[in-house]
T-cell receptor
Framework: EAGVAQSPRYKIIEKRQSVAFWCNPI?????LYWYQQILGQGPKLLIQ????????DSQLPKDRFSAERLKGVDSTLKIQPAKLEDSAVYLC??????????????FGPGTRLTVL | AQTVTQSQPEMSVQEAETVTLSCTYD???????LFWYKQPPSRQMILVIR??????QNATENRFSVNFQKAAKSFSLKISDSQLGDAAMYFCAYRSAGSRYYGGSQGNLIFGKGTKLSVKP
């Protein structure tokens, strides 16, 4: 079974530029998450989708960040314009929607963003 | 709001020895899940072990086991017979149980700051 795919793996941009990250979850997984992991900290949820609907975007800085999952499969996270403090690893995770138990989240390799 | 605290930024263990990583959490909920994730330098987050709050028995996965103290809100990870491949960042995470019925939303994970584990040969 293929895992969660993310691209690009690394991105370097200057502040005020725009950047987009792509995530393809595990096939059949209804729930998709984007996390931001700043160096030295644990991941923090930015947005959670269930199919193509947003479940939780309370911690997404909506003035500069946007995300979409139009067909309920892959997703794009965009930052426009980027700030220095956006330098972080952006992790995508997915989980199945089943009727039982806790449903493990499977993580992608992440995209490391450096804003200069 | 729920919080997760890992008070050990770094830990070190000799190969083949046992090490315990600490985690405490704060919540007013009675039904939740707790996890330990491993993040090697390549950054792919991998689930190590999980615990359901309503289960009193501590979870065990091969060399990994937890000590879950619900009243104390403590969830420590014990790694036995440490191996070089165990070296990584370890994150403790909390998730609300949410809706257990089909179609219910899955709560997101709330992570601690992590503990960097080094294994000495």
């Amino acid at each position: 079974e293929a895992g969660v795919a993310q691209s690009p793996r690394y991105k370097i941009i200057e502040k005020r530029q725009s950047v987009a990250f792509w995530c393809n979850p595990i096939s059949g997984h209804a729930t998709l998450y984007w996390y931001q992991q700043i160096l030295g900290q644990g991941p923090k949820l930015l947005i959670q989708f269930q199919n193509n609907g947003v479940v939780d975007d309370s911690q997404l800085p909506k003035d500069r960040f946007s995300a979409e999952r139009l067909k309920g499969v892959d997703s794009t996270l965009k930052i426009q314009p980027a700030k220095l403090e956006d330098s972080a690893v952006y992790l995508c995770a997915s989980s199945p929607l089943q009727s039982s138990s806790y449903n493990e989240q499977f993580f992608g390799p992440g995209t490391r963003l450096t804003v200069l | 709001a729920q919080t997760v605290t890992q008070s050990q930024p770094e830990m070190s263990v000799q190969e083949a020895e046992t090490v315990t990583l600490s985690c405490t959490y704060d919540t007013s909920e009675s039904d939740y899940y707790l996890f330990w994730y491993k993040q090697p330098p390549s950054r792919q987050m991998i689930l190590v072990i999980r615990q359901e709050a309503y289960k009193q028995q501590n979870a065990t996965e091969n060399r990994f086991s937890v000590n879950f103290q619900k009243a104390a809100k403590s969830f420590s990870l014990k790694i036995s017979d440490s191996q070089l491949g165990d070296a990584a960042m370890y994150f403790c995470a909390y998730r609300s149980a949410g809706s257990r019925y089909y179609g219910g939303s899955q709560g997101n994970l709330i992570f601690g700051k992590g503990t960097k584990l080094s294994v000495k040969p």
